[in-house]
């Protein structure tokens, strides 16, 4: 079956364009050109992954993706044709997956939506162990995550960071190494982008957040005091 792509921008000339170019690469696409109309689109249609403009007329992009992460975890790109770090980290906080910045080339995009569709495909149910640390709990066949037995709301992006951390305890990963590993191909953005995906994980876990540390000017590593307990 197709994978469905919603495209939401408010320029007729760029959406006609994204549509042209993503339906070429053999994908069912979805569009809309306001905020209100892609909540819409998103409850009735389920897509699988969302190409979502920063700056909408009415209902803006941020706030789409607000619901968007409120209601599950569909993959997110974000366009924006602001070149502020400010409102990169804004989409990246509120959960965006990635971020392209106008103008971009389509040819970057369409590999951004393929590697994202890759690493959530990745995630499909399939016999893996759980693995237990300091109250800490991830389940890659299921894509949760617990601390203390209470479910941690993670996006897919902070769940691959989190399990790729927790399954190396000890060992230290770049910032580059973590964006090789998991976006899986060469990421043209701010290698800062992963600065914020920790913060939020960081936020989530709470008073395990300690767990993922910082190596200045290396990277992070997940503590590796004894070994994680795998079960299954």
Known sequence: MNRTILLVDDEPSILELLQFHVEREGFRVLTSQNGENAL?????????LIVLDFMLPGVSGLDVLRHIRQAGDIPVIMLTAR?????????????????VTKPFSMRELIARIKALLRRREALVPQPSPEI???????????HTAALDGTPIHVTLTEF???????????????????????????????????????RNLREKLASAGSLIETVRGVGYRF???GNPRVEG
């Open 223 to 225: 503590r590796a005091h």
């Open 132 to 142: 237990h640390r300091e109250g800490l709990v991830i389940r890659p066949e299921e």
């Open 160 to 198: 691959e960071i989190l399990s790729l951390l927790m399954q190396n305890p000890g060992r230290v990963f770049s910032r580059d190494d973590l964006l090789r590993i998991i976006w899986g191909y060469d990421f043209s953005g701010d290698a800062r982008t992963i600065n914020v995906h920790i």
């Open 40 to 48: 819409v689109r998103i409850q009735e249609d389920r897509p699988d």
């Open 83 to 99: 070149k502020e770090e400010i409102d990169r980290v804004l989409g990246l906080e509120l959960g965006a997956d990635d971020y």
